[in-house]
């Protein structure tokens, strides 16, 4: 299948996804070009997440920045929380720049099911993301209990809760699943900036990535819809937006 014939079934859900290679290949450009760093300048984090298909599906390009530092749990969310990014802004080049990416991710097969993917070696599509299809059921039958967050299942639990903040919303979109993850970004997105905000950084730029990661069955790869391309110049403490850069029309 050629790759347009892949962008037109991500695009049916998600109309600005690129590539998940290409961003990387844009993002690359943009750091060398934009900011005139080498990607060995580079210190990137991500909040994907930790479902191993985010692994597999991996651009191999990004082994040129340094890292990744693993920020994300279920879904994406940045589990790592506060001490993670402190500990993640104390590892970048002085004169370099952390990159992160993150927001959570869902399945789109070839046949442009939503919520699934076809697996290598496996006969029937699973699902994807599965803690956002979790939260959505337990959400739909009313068995999430306002501010119920156990150390057994806290990550899990915490996607419950942020379903459960936006109720009526999920459950009276017309795709839930699709809105469930909207919600989920916007919780993503949310957090990230707040401990960025709360952070000191030792270098000259900090770039913020947020995007819905949509994976798709083991033949097609994976495909990235940027919703937040900034970046903040810890020099001028000036913030710039450059999400025209991913845009494919």
Known sequence: MKKREKLEI???????????????N?????????LDL????????????SDDV?????????????GPFKMG???GFPFTG????????????????????????IGI???????????????????????????????????????????????MNTLEQILFHNKERVLDAEAPLFEATEVIYEAIDKRINELVEKTNYNCKYVILAGAILINSDSDMGSFTEIRRFDVINLETKTRK????NFSFS
């Not at 844009?26 to 934009?34: A, H, K, R, S, W």
């Not at 692994?55 to 990004?62: E, F, G, L, M, V």
């Open 241 to 244: 937006n450059f999400d025209s």
């Open 109 to 155: 097969t070839k046949n442009g099911t939503i919520g699934e993917i076809h697996r290598l070696g496996q006969s029937k599509n699973s699902g994807c993301c599965g803690a956002a299809k979790g939260a959505l059921a337990k959400l739909s039958s009313n068995q999430i209990v306002e501010g119920n967050i156990s150390e057994i299942d806290y990550q």
């Open 26 to 34: 844009t993002l690359i450009d943009f750091v060398e070009n934009e």
């Open 54 to 66: 985010n692994s597999i599906q991996y651009p191999a390009r990004t082994q040129e920045f340094l």
């Open 38 to 49: 080498e990607p060995q300048k580079v210190m990137l984090a991500d909040s994907l997440c």
């Open 82 to 105: 506060l001490t993670g990014m402190a500990a993640f802004a104390s590892h970048v080049p002085d004169d370099g720049a952390v990159f992160i990416y993150y927001g959570p991710h």
């Open 10 to 24: 991500i695009r049916k859900w998600y109309p600005n996804a690129i590539t998940t290679i290409d961003s990387v």
């Open 73 to 75: 749990g279920l879904d």
